[in-house]
């Protein structure tokens, strides 16, 4: 089985282990004691946050250890408001931040506080110009990753820490996703990490808040991690994170792991859409993260998809509504505006042998293939209907379109009053609205509409996506009955 989805949960680093198995025996005490095992069990945590200052960039009395890398985000983001309440109540954050953010943001706002959502462009990253333009003097706090969880985007972190640094306001960094590879360069503020992604044991977060940041931890407190993280520490965990995450940085350094993982990406992202037809890779080219690939199928359930690679020997994760509880799309694909069905995230660990890689390339075609052929589509219907719209499959995002006439409804392919036809889809999950779209785009004329009634809320992210992928026009969209009517322009 290969094991594809590091930016989840890396696999437990082999020098994380024989730590954490070492500390069992030596870190079981109280650190807080006086006593030969207390002071045995602080030498260790000492160390342990040592360690982890160092690879973090910050002072060891700025860092304290969370039971998450999600709490340390919520501690980090309420402690940092509290304490600038007198100078505003707004939060900013980008489009495509972790759950973590957005769930703290949501508590903020329904406590009375504001927030601003910052736009990204099409490969999800933010224009640190616009970052600077939304600072107001009523800002509290800003919220960016330094790279994304789903695309792997690397953010600009340094330009935007500058701004903020100049216009007096903090800036948290969730750095979850980009530790492992080198420290985040710039004047931030705060900084949150996970140990699980990069080989450390669940369980164990990171916070550091940086001397003269003004922070104020809410919630109850005790006297452990500087009042900031209540709670016994789990030392050996702590241990064996700490001990992983310089394992890696050593590596980093060499700058050898990273740039042959970056070589397999290279070589998937290159290779899919020459393997499968009607693909998108996602994700900056350049600005990105070592070991992750995003690339998303027309025409592919996305849920079948990840069932049948898994059945295949691959465990990959996905961002397409279908894979998710909530049955909506990933708000990072959609803030992109990019396409949502078929999603595969590929995010290799540290040792990836390069065989395994070549495995998923002779594996996925087939795999697609199977899906649409079960969705029926086959290839070449999907071949004619990339014929048909004549698109490049690079075309820029679909600029916000204006309301649609109302279309009266009608069974697919029927017509709309006037002269277009009305696919009608509703009840229909994803990707099959777009499946019908693609096979009667080509019965109208050029210049002719396509409307498609779908209640599927991913519709209304996948058939923009679609139309800028096939150089077709989305004319926009409006309430019809039960559902949506999204109206398509044949330009080719």
């Known amino acids: 089985m290969s094991y594809f989805d590091a930016a989840s949960a890396a696999p437990l680093h082999p020098v994380a282990r024989e730590a954490l198995l070492a500390s069992l025996d030596e870190g079981w005490a109280d650190p807080a004691r006086l006593y030969r095992e207390g002071r045995r069990a602080r030498l260790l945590l000492d160390a342990a946050r040592e360690a982890a200052a160092e690879a973090v960039g910050c002072r060891p009395d700025e860092l304290v250890f969370t039971p998450s890398g999600t709490q340390a985000v919520h501690a980090g983001v309420s402690g940092a408001l509290a304490a600038r309440r007198r100078v505003g109540r707004r939060l900013l954050h980008s489009a495509v931040e972790h759950s973590a953010v ?68 903090p800036l948290l960094v969730d750095a979850a996703q980009s530790l492992p590879w080198g420290p985040v360069p710039g004047a931030w503020s705060l900084l949150a990490a996970s140990a699980h992604k990069w080989g450390g044991p669940p369980g164990v977060g990171l916070l550091a808040v940086r001397k003269g940041t003004r922070f104020a931890p809410q919630g109850p407190q005790d006297e452990r991690e500087s009042g900031r993280s209540a709670g016994f520490e789990n030392i050996p965990a702590v241990v064996a994170a700490a ?93 992109m505006g990019v396409l949502s069905e078929g999603n595969v995230r590929v995010s290799l ?21 199977s899906v649409r052929e079960r969705l029926g589509v086959s290839a070449a219907e999907a071949g004619a209907a990339r014929a048909t719209a004549g698109g490049t499959g690079h075309a820029t995002r679909a600029p916000a379109p204006p309301e649609a006439a109302e279309p009266a409804a009608g069974p697919a392919g029927s017509g709309d009053g006037s002269g277009g036809l009305v696919v009608d889809s509703l009840g229909k999950r994803c990707p099959i609205p777009v499946i019908e779209l693609a096979k009667v785009i080509g019965e109208v004329p050029v210049g002719g509409t396509v409307t498609v009634l779908s209640d599927d809320e991913a519709a209304r992210q996948d058939i923009p996506a679609w139309c800028s992928m096939r150089g077709q026009e989305y004319v926009g969209e409006r309430a019809a009955g039960r559902g949506a009517a999204y109206v398509v322009r044949r330009r080719a």
């Open 102 to 169: 957005l769930h703290a943001a949501a508590v903020h706002e329904a406590a009375g506080g504001t927030r601003g959502e910052l736009a990204v462009d099409r490969t999800g990253r933010v224009a640190a110009g616009e970052v600077g333009a939304a600072l107001g003097p009523d800002t509290a706090l800003v919220c960016l990753q330094s790279a994304n969880h789903e695309v792997g985007t690397e953010q600009p972190v340094e330009e935007v820490a500058a701004l903020c640094r100049e216009a007096g306001v």
């Open 349 to 369: 660990p540290y040792g990836t042998a390069e065989a395994e890689v070549e495995r998923f390339l002779e594996v996925l075609p087939q795999v697609v293939h």
């Open 243 to 335: 001990a992983s995450l310089r394992a890696l940085r050593a590596g980093a350094e060499t700058g050898d792991e990273a740039a042959r993982l970056r070589r397999l990406v290279d070589r998937i992202r290159e290779r899919v859409p020459q393997l499968v037809p009607d693909v998108e890779v996602v994700g900056d080219p350049v600005h990105r993260l070592p070991h992750l690939v995003t690339f998303s199928c027309l025409y592919v359930d996305g849920e079948a998809l990840l069932h049948e690679l898994d059945r295949a020997g691959f465990s990959v994760s996905s961002g397409s509504s279908c894979t998710s509880s909530t049955l909506t799309p990933s708000h990072v694909l959609r803030a």
